[in-house]
């Protein structure tokens, strides 16, 4: 009952930008919290950012900060990450996440895209 998926993925060179979306097919998009993580590989995925239902409230991990901004659009079912001052270290597939609050969505959601493959280069 809820699809996720993600586009905008690509390879880049450090320094560079891409902006990620996350189109959401459930039967209510508002009352969802939405979420980004990564996963590189070797290693555990990990948070990136998330978003309230409204806007209202957003989280980073330290590692994006400043870096990245999640957005969304609630007339197009569409969440965002932007990311800018790309690094090597930030190549991983990013998979787009959705659940009831910012606090699950952060942790452990319940609905997850495919993912989309993030290279940069050095």
């Known amino acids: 009952q809820v699809q996720l998926v993600e586009s905008g993925g690509g390879l880049v060179q450090a320094g560079g930008s891409l902006r990620l979306s996350c189109a959401a097919s459930?039967?209510?998009?508002?009352?969802?919290?939405m979420g980004w993580f990564r996963q590189a590989p070797g290693k555990e995925r990990e948070f990136v950012a998330a978003?309230?239902?409204?806007?209202?409230?957003?989280n980073y991990a330290d590692s994006v900060k400043g870096r990245f901004t999640i957005s969304r659009d609630n007339a197009e079912n569409t969440v965002y990450l932007q990311m800018n001052s790309l690094k090597p270290e930030d190549t991983a597939v990013y998979y787009c996440?959705?659940?009831?609050?910012?606090?699950?969505?952060?942790?452990?959601?319940?609905?997850w895209g495919q993912g989309t493959q993030v290279t940069v280069s050095s």
């Open positions: 978003i309230s239902w409204n806007g209202g409230t957003t």
């Open positions: 996440a959705a659940a009831q609050s910012v606090a699950v969505v952060s942790t452990l959601p319940g609905y």
């Open positions: 459930m039967r209510t998009f508002r009352p969802y919290a």
